[in-house]
Protein backbone atom coordinates (compact mmCIF):
# COMPACT_ATOMS: atom_id res chain seq x y z
CA UNK A 1 0.00 0.00 0.00
CA UNK A 2 0.90 3.90 -1.22
CA UNK A 3 -0.41 7.20 0.97
CA UNK A 4 0.05 9.78 -1.04
CA UNK A 5 -0.54 13.17 1.00
CA UNK A 6 -0.86 16.82 -0.92
CA UNK A 7 -0.50 20.32 0.24
CA UNK A 8 0.14 23.36 -1.52
CA UNK A 9 -3.14 24.19 -2.85
CA UNK A 10 -5.37 27.65 -2.25
CA UNK A 11 -6.50 30.36 -4.64
CA UNK A 12 -4.20 32.56 -6.43
CA UNK A 13 -4.64 35.82 -8.97
CA UNK A 14 -3.74 35.07 -12.15
CA UNK A 15 -0.11 35.56 -13.05
CA UNK A 16 0.60 34.08 -9.82
CA UNK A 17 2.46 31.11 -8.52
CA UNK A 18 2.04 28.00 -6.15
CA UNK A 19 3.65 24.91 -5.67
CA UNK A 20 2.19 21.58 -4.55
CA UNK A 21 3.73 18.53 -2.58
CA UNK A 22 2.82 15.46 -2.42
CA UNK A 23 4.45 12.96 0.39
CA UNK A 24 4.60 9.18 0.00
CA UNK A 25 4.41 6.82 2.54
CA UNK A 26 4.25 3.17 2.56
CA UNK A 27 5.30 0.51 0.21
CA UNK A 28 7.29 2.98 -2.22
CA UNK A 29 9.98 0.76 -3.24
CA UNK A 30 7.18 -0.22 -5.52
CA UNK A 31 6.43 3.44 -7.31
CA UNK A 32 7.93 3.34 -11.12
CA UNK A 33 6.10 7.02 -11.72
CA UNK A 34 5.12 9.70 -9.84
CA UNK A 35 2.72 12.34 -11.11
CA UNK A 36 -0.10 15.46 -10.58
CA UNK A 37 -3.55 14.70 -12.60
CA UNK A 38 -6.47 17.47 -12.43
CA UNK A 39 -10.38 17.75 -12.31
CA UNK A 40 -12.15 20.52 -13.05
CA UNK A 41 -15.52 20.91 -12.62
CA UNK A 42 -17.49 18.97 -15.80
CA UNK A 43 -14.66 17.87 -17.16
CA UNK A 44 -12.48 14.47 -17.10
CA UNK A 45 -9.49 13.91 -15.00
CA UNK A 46 -6.14 14.56 -17.03
CA UNK A 47 -2.38 14.50 -17.00
CA UNK A 48 -0.98 17.29 -15.67
CA UNK A 49 2.57 16.28 -15.28
CA UNK A 50 4.34 13.21 -14.95
CA UNK A 51 7.73 11.75 -13.25
CA UNK A 52 9.30 8.17 -13.27
CA UNK A 53 11.68 6.80 -11.05
CA UNK A 54 14.64 7.40 -13.76
CA UNK A 55 13.73 11.34 -14.13
CA UNK A 56 12.15 11.34 -17.28
CA UNK A 57 8.68 13.87 -17.15
CA UNK A 58 6.41 14.20 -19.27
CA UNK A 59 3.85 17.23 -19.63
CA UNK A 60 0.29 18.11 -20.86
CA UNK A 61 0.79 20.79 -23.53
CA UNK A 62 -1.09 23.43 -22.04
CA UNK A 63 1.36 23.43 -18.45
CA UNK A 64 4.54 23.12 -20.88
CA UNK A 65 6.68 26.23 -19.74
CA UNK A 66 4.46 26.86 -16.86
CA UNK A 67 5.27 23.88 -14.66
CA UNK A 68 8.01 22.07 -13.54
CA UNK A 69 7.64 18.65 -11.76
CA UNK A 70 10.55 17.82 -9.66
CA UNK A 71 11.13 14.67 -6.69
CA UNK A 72 12.76 14.36 -3.92
CA UNK A 73 13.71 11.53 -3.44
CA UNK A 74 15.38 11.54 0.69
CA UNK A 75 11.79 13.31 1.39
CA UNK A 76 9.82 10.39 -0.97
CA UNK A 77 8.04 13.37 -2.44
CA UNK A 78 6.81 14.86 -5.93
CA UNK A 79 6.59 18.37 -6.42
CA UNK A 80 4.53 20.63 -8.58
CA UNK A 81 5.82 24.04 -9.22
CA UNK A 82 3.23 25.97 -11.49
CA UNK A 83 4.09 29.62 -12.64
CA UNK A 84 2.26 32.24 -14.79
CA UNK A 85 -1.02 30.66 -13.72
CA UNK A 86 -4.15 31.00 -15.70
CA UNK A 87 -8.00 31.18 -14.51
CA UNK A 88 -8.24 27.88 -16.83
CA UNK A 89 -6.13 25.87 -14.42
CA UNK A 90 -8.70 25.93 -11.93
CA UNK A 91 -8.71 22.41 -10.55
CA UNK A 92 -8.52 19.73 -8.06
CA UNK A 93 -4.91 18.40 -8.55
CA UNK A 94 -4.39 14.57 -7.57
CA UNK A 95 -1.51 13.23 -6.78
CA UNK A 96 -0.64 10.07 -8.53
CA UNK A 97 1.53 7.14 -8.19
CA UNK A 98 2.17 4.18 -10.04
CA UNK A 99 3.37 1.10 -8.68
CA UNK A 100 1.99 -2.36 -8.35
CA UNK A 101 -1.60 -0.56 -8.45
CA UNK A 102 -2.65 3.17 -8.97
CA UNK A 103 -2.87 5.37 -5.86
CA UNK A 104 -4.38 8.44 -5.70
CA UNK A 105 -4.25 10.89 -2.97
CA UNK A 106 -7.57 13.29 -1.59
CA UNK A 107 -6.54 16.08 -4.18
CA UNK A 108 -6.05 19.82 -3.13
CA UNK A 109 -8.05 22.42 -4.87
CA UNK A 110 -6.38 25.52 -6.72
CA UNK A 111 -8.39 28.04 -7.75
CA UNK A 112 -7.01 30.83 -10.03
CA UNK A 113 -9.05 34.36 -10.06
CA UNK A 114 -9.20 36.65 -12.93
Known amino acids: QVQLVESGGGLVQAGGSLRLSCAASGSIFSINRLGWYRQAPGKQRELVAS???????NYADSVKGRFTISRDNAKNTVYLQMNSLKPEDTAVYYC????????WGQGTQVTVSS
Open 96 to 103: HALGSRIY
Open 51 to 57: ITSGGNM
